[in-house]
């Protein structure tokens, strides 16, 4: 017999309760786990799950969501009337263009492959346009497909080891720019054979720098798999930090903010996880290393800074369920400057978050206008945002039902 895991929980008729165990048992979560993340306990998860209770209100159901992951409002649910995806965004045009790319087999190559300096140049150029332009999928999409297949071409004609290795650090750098991509589209496998390929492209360049920057995406990919998942993005992040140790007390600016970016990793694992103060901790040390960059860097992957630790806060405030720290960090955060459009929507969602955690679903609904204005593709990716905006669209203030409303047409989730 079928267990509970292996299931088809979209399957009509099929009650909320067998859902939720259905979708809690594929993330690996117990009822206490569940429980926890919820501020209630197991007894209530069982009630729900065994129909003792009635399908709860629309922002608890929410917030399940959000913590399961499930791909579509409706999985849960099981109305099919207005699907809605919540942390996977829509295909992008450019996917298929992108997976073909990374599906081929390269063997045979006819052209010549460009230097490395050449695809590096290119690299720099593509990762200047992700941080500037309002539609940076479109833009990288367009550009992913050559970069790969060109990159590919340098690895296999390389002829001696130093240039191998030099061509293998730009192939992960390119997979590096496709993860951000394909990041929360529907297509899972293609992101995590990405992810994989980056992994191994990064230790054959055995360059510190890209290795970093190849373990700081495993390790976030880990974690957006779900709390069954936590385990394996610490222990990516901590096998890089080890990695790097040594090299920190004469590490170049790049070094150094990877090393940083990936001390902010663990302390966001932790957040996730309930861990205050391990949380804290690593925040207390990740910004230790951004006093030691120059003011105006800013690292090209990962946007660690100076400037960025007060989007950091947040995020690790917003993690932590914190209504009125998050706010005080939203607030603290107001004035800074981060370069990179895409990071600056992507911060105006959390402050969202943290507004509408302390009651503030005005102030929320606002701020992801100004994330909407800052990079569309941004806010339309990222289940966050979606998740703030259903809510509100169901609300009884009709000025804040018509705000949200508009805002979700926008953002392709329902229809004009």
């Not at 293609?190 to 360049?205: D, H, K, N, P, T």
Request: proline share 5%.
């Amino acid at each position: 017999m079928r267990g509970a895991a292996s299931q088809d929980p979209y399957r009509d008729p099929i009650a909320f309760g067998q859902r939720l165990k259905i979708l809690r048992t594929r993330r690996g979560q117990t009822r206490e786990q569940l429980g926890g993340l919820m501020g209630k306990s197991a007894s209530w998860v069982r009630a729900l799950e065994e129909g003792r209770l009635k399908v709860p209100r629309l922002e608890v159901v929410l917030r399940l969501a959000e913590i399961l992951r499930v791909r579509d409002l409706s999985d849960l649910t099981g109305d099919q009337s207005v699907p809605v995806a919540l942390f996977t965004g829509p295909g992008h045009p450019r996917l298929a263009a992108v997976r073909a790319a990374f599906d081929a087999f390269p063997l045979a190559i006819s052209r010549a492959a460009p230097s490395v300096g050449h695809l590096t140049a290119r690299l720099a150029r593509a990762w200047a346009a992700r941080h500037s332009a309002p539609d940076h999928r479109e833009v990288v999409g367009a550009l992913l497909p050559e970069l790969i297949r060109d990159a590919q071409a340098a690895v296999r004609q390389a002829d001696s080891a130093t240039e191998r290795r030099a061509a293998q650090g730009v192939l992960s750098e390119v997979c590096s720019l496709a993860q951000f991509f394909v990041a929360y589209q529907p297509d899972t496998a293609l992101l995590w054979r990405i992810a994989e390929r980056g992994m191994v492209a990064a230790q054959e360049s055995e360059d510190p720098h890209t290795i970093g920057v190849a373990a700081w995406l495993a390790a976030q990919a880990h974690r957006d798999s779900g709390p069954g998942h936590y385990d394996a993005a610490d222990a990516v992040t901590m096998g890089a930090l080890t990695f790097l140790a040594p090299l920190m007390s004469h590490a170049s600016h790049d070094v150094l903010a990877i090393a940083g970016a990936l001390t902010f990793e663990a302390g966001y694992t932790a957040a996730r996880r309930g861990e205050s103060g391990t949380a804290w901790r690593y925040w207390d040390s990740s910004r230790a290393m951004a006093d030691r960059l120059p003011e105006a860097y800013y690292h090209p992957v990962t946007s660690f800074s100076r400037a960025v630790m007060g989007a950091h806060a947040l995020t690790i405030a917003v993690e932590l369920r914190a209504g009125g720290e998050s706010v005080r960090q939203a607030a603290a955060s107001e004035a800074m400057t981060l370069p990179s459009r895409p990071r600056r929507a992507r911060h105006r969602i959390e402050q969202a978050r943290a507004y509408q955690l302390n009651g503030q679903p005005d102030a929320a609904l606002a701020t992801l206008a100004q994330a909407h204005e800052a990079a569309p593709e941004t806010i339309a990716y990222n289940g966050y945002a979606k998740r703030i905006i259903l809510e509100e669209a169901a609300s009884k203030t009709p000025g804040r039902r018509r705000r949200a409303s508009e805002l979700a047409v926008r953002l392709g989730m329902l229809a004009a």
